[in-house]
């Protein structure tokens, strides 16, 4: 069972790490994909983070901005989010992939791959 927690009222240009830890089965060895939705629109990817090599995908949009790290001893994966945008406001996911998969594919965003999702943590940017 996956939870993202973490999220809350920020102030434009500020920051905030997302948490994403999961009980009864080790990250270590799981792609991990983190997910938004915004009010109004489309569930869509933010990035996607393969397991062993580290080999990660960031959106466009949150490119330069967003760092994803995989804290192994508390079994965690965290979104660490800088110069956030009125944008960025949206309910944040995570979610491994189908299968066990270790690998985030090129397509990372593809949400079918996706089958172990978390309950949402909410981050609201505005001043």
């Known amino acids: 069972q996956l939870q993202a927690s973490g999220g809350g009222l920020v102030q434009p240009g500020g920051s905030l790490r997302l948490s994403c830890v999961a009980s009864g089965d080790s990250l270590e060895y799981h792609a991990i994909g983190w997910f938004r939705r915004a009010p109004g629109k489309e569930r869509e990817g933010v990035s996607c983070?393969?397991?062993?090599?580290?080999?990660?995908y960031y959106a466009d949009s949150v490119q330069g901005r967003f760092t994803v790290s995989r804290d192994k001893a508390n079994n965690a994966v965290y979104l660490e989010m800088h110069n956030l945008l009125p944008e960025d406001s949206a309910v944040y996911y995570c979610a491994t992939r189908a299968n066990r998969a270790s690998r985030c594919k090129i397509k990372w965003s593809f949400e079918p791959d996706f089958a172990n999702w978390g309950q949402g943590t909410l981050v609201t940017v505005s001043s």
């Open positions: 983070t393969s397991a062993m090599d580290g080999e990660l």
